[in-house]
């Protein structure tokens, strides 16, 4: 159980858990088309909130173990994982091919910033 505490680990878990609460924020009102935009303005900085509760503590404590740059391609690569799975699971659409091609390029990108 200690490993989960680890500067190691822990930052990759509460990145996750903050994507978790970001992409909410950024696109779950997607399903609610009919509320006005000033209430989904309002709901989403409200879920922004708890994210930054996640994010800024990964990063401070991640800091201690990866750079700046590592920190935010783990960002980036986390994001597309679980915007992938919310597109599909929460907004019922469809992930094609070209969504993987591009996500696969990406995270190669991302994997250069990691080669020591």
């Not at 209430?39 to 990866?66: D, K, M, Q, T």
């Amino acid at each position: 159980m200690t490993i989960l505490w680890s500067p190691k680990v822990l930052p990759i878990l509460l990145l996750v858990a903050s994507n978790v609460f970001m992409t909410f924020a950024w696109y779950g009102h997607l399903k609610f088309k009919a509320a006005p935009l000033y209430v989904v303005v309002v709901v989403s900085w409200g879920i922004a909130f708890f994210e930054y509760w996640l994010a800024v503590p990964a990063n401070r404590i991640g800091s201690s173990v990866y750079s700046a740059a590592e920190l935010k391609t783990m960002q980036e690569v986390i994001t597309l994982v679980v915007f992938a799975g919310f597109s599909v699971l929460y907004l019922k659409e469809s992930f094609t091919w070209n969504h993987v091609l591009g996500f696969a390029l990406i995270a190669g990108g991302a994997a250069v910033i990691f080669r020591a």
